[in-house]
């Protein structure tokens, strides 16, 4: 961990140059002969002679000239040599004072965090007034605009009349589907298709066989956008071989690039579609850009993502008690933080950075991404300039030791109270011990709820996610440590429904380079963290071409209020 390799550079660092100036002063003291005469251990007279003969020569030749005023008769017959001398001697004095001072000082000044064992232990921070709130909300006049307007006749055709049906299967885990199910919804409008109600796909990561109509209130997504696209919940009757549409590369329209356009819908597949009147597409990931379709397409995007889809009423409740349950720990109505730490193993083996561990620690590491990602891999000589390089970009995932320090230099107090939604953390317990000591008051919905409370969700891994999800949405404040879809949904939300909520996306390349800087103090750390976040804390931003529209939903989906 980064900071812990900081806190055994002080040593080093302070007695560096103390002991540099010794080794000169040794080499060249005139207190020190070049060569000594060759005595036998027997010389009784010369041993009692000749170091008192050579110190009277040494003073009489070099410092009778500089300070007389230790020689009696010098500094009667030279008064004016005397008072130099004098002045010389105290400005070597307060010299040498201040460079004592600034050695303990520095011994003293701690570099960051210390390693205690397991524990780190930073200086006290002054907490800032706006700790738990964003402080330039005031200074934003944006409001959500994407919802469904009443009053409005519908301009959709009956079934029979579209263009035919559109099928995809949504890929990778909740939030991946999340956005496969908006990015389904905009492509039926683009084609004028029926767009039959998205599969939700098992993948080799999430082994979960779960359906739609288990995570999402299925009524309410397709009531809330009759009058935007047309929805059926199953393949028509009239299409009897129902296995051909998963099966059948007549079926299938494949190689649709990532962020396609809607030109290309309306060029590549919409052909297709009319001649066969069912088609699936596949793959489904990023298959739709967002600066490359007409603006109402995103507005529609941005309908569905915050508006028909809905999880279940017992997800939510059981979402609202967990909630609840974290603003009522300590008896009183307190604020809470969500801290999103992705740090599993697969997120570590991906991420392909160099981590602080033992020896073995890094070789079942190396042997993990070789066999997960051999041509990446290689044969593993080239990683460690790649996950250096990675490192100094900001782009590896931060530990939860650096988050603990991030979040002690922003001015949180040890009482903070932190629920933590992530899998299973790579290194355990030992991994998570800086983290949980310095801010103790850390759960995770395991520890919020009973067995029995969660034993309903635990048949669907994306029921659990979708509680991690909420629970998250309605924090008082957000933190992310890495990418992914579910931080950049979050962070999308949180700017949608009130960006008066702060979401802090760390510094990461920020963080590198503090960390690794052996001479940085934690003054200059702190105000250095303070600085750079006080713009990062979730307010709407403008956006530019490629921007990801479920990150900063501005342009397309606000308006001003």
Not at 206 to 223: A, C, G, R, Y
Not at 235 to 246: G, N, Q, V
Request: glycine fraction near 4%; charge should be positive.
């Amino acid at each position: 961990m980064a900071e812990l390799r900081h806190s055994s550079s002080i040593g080093n660092r302070v007695t560096a140059s103390p002991r540099k100036r010794d080794d000169v002063t040794a080499s060249s003291s005139p207190l020190v002969p070049d060569s000594a005469p060759n005595v036998d251990d027997d010389d009784d007279d010369y041993r009692g002679r000749y170091p008192r003969d050579r110190f009277r020569s040494f003073c009489s030749s070099h410092l009778q000239p500089l300070f007389p005023f230790f020689f009696p008769d010098e500094s009667r017959s030279h008064p004016h040599k005397f008072k130099i001398s004098l002045f010389l001697l105290v400005v070597l004095i307060l010299s040498l004072v201040f460079l004592i001072s600034s050695v303990v000082h520095r011994l003293n000044a701690p570099y960051l965090c210390k390693k205690d064992g397991i524990t780190l232990q930073c200086p006290p921070v002054k907490e800032p007034s706006s700790l738990w709130e964003n402080p330039y909300s005031s200074t934003t006049s944006w409001k959500p605009c994407a919802e469904r307007r009443e009053g409005l006749k519908s301009d959709i055709p009956p079934e029979n009349a579209t263009n035919g049906y559109i099928f995809i299967h949504a890929e990778g885990g909740l939030n991946q589907q999340r956005i496969a199910i908006c990015n389904a919804v905009a492509v039926a409008k683009i084609m004028n298709a029926t767009l039959i109600l998205p599969v939700l796909k098992q993948d080799q990561i999430w082994k979960d066989q779960t359906k739609l109509e288990d995570i999402f209130d299925v009524d309410h997504f397709i009531n809330y956008l009759k009058d935007d696209v047309r929805i059926v919940r199953d393949i028509p009757e009239w299409f009897t071989d129902k296995a051909e549409l998963f099966s059948s590369i007549r079926r299938t329209v494949k190689n649709i690039p990532k962020y396609a356009s809607a030109e290309f819908y309306i060029d590549n597949v919409l052909p297709r579609v009319k001649e066969k009147k069912i088609m699936s597409l596949k793959p489904f990931v990023d298959r739709l850009g967002y600066d490359n379709v007409p603006p109402e397409i995103n507005k529609l995007r941005c309908r569905v993502n915050y508006h028909a889809l809905k999880f279940l009423p017992e997800i939510e409740q059981m979402a609202d008690q967990l909630v609840s349950r974290m603003r009522n720990r300590t008896g009183s109505s307190n604020p809470f933080m969500a801290l999103h730490l992705r740090f599993e193993k697969g997120m570590v083996g991906l991420s392909f950075c160099d981590f602080v561990g033992t020896r073995s620690e890094k070789d079942l590491m190396a042997a993990y991404r070789k066999k997960e990602w051999p041509r990446r891999f290689k044969d593993g000589s080239h990683l460690w300039a790649l996950a250096l390089q990675k490192r100094k970009e900001g782009r590896c995932p931060l530990e939860p030791g650096e988050v603990a320090v991030l979040l002690r230099a922003m001015g949180y107090p040890k009482e903070t109270q932190i629920y933590v939604a992530s899998g299973q953390v790579y290194g355990g317990q030992n991994r998570m011990a800086p983290l949980r000591n310095m801010f103790p008051n850390l759960v995770t919905k395991e520890e919020l709820a009973t067995k029995p409370e969660l034993d309903g969700f635990r048949k669907h891994v994306t029921s659990l996610a979708a509680l991690d999800f909420l629970v998250c949405l309605k924090s008082d404040v957000f933190v992310m440590t890495h990418g992914g879809n579910f931080a950049k949904l979050i962070i999308g939300h949180r700017r949608y429904m009130g960006h008066r909520l702060k979401s802090i996306k760390p510094d990461k390349g920020l963080m590198s380079k503090s960390l690794g800087d052996p001479y940085m103090g934690w003054a200059s750390f702190v105000e250095d963290v303070v600085i750079t976040h006080q713009t990062r804390t979730g307010l709407p931003e403008e956006t530019f071409p490629n921007y990801d529209l479920w990150e900063n939903p501005l342009t397309n989906c606000m308006c001003k209020a």
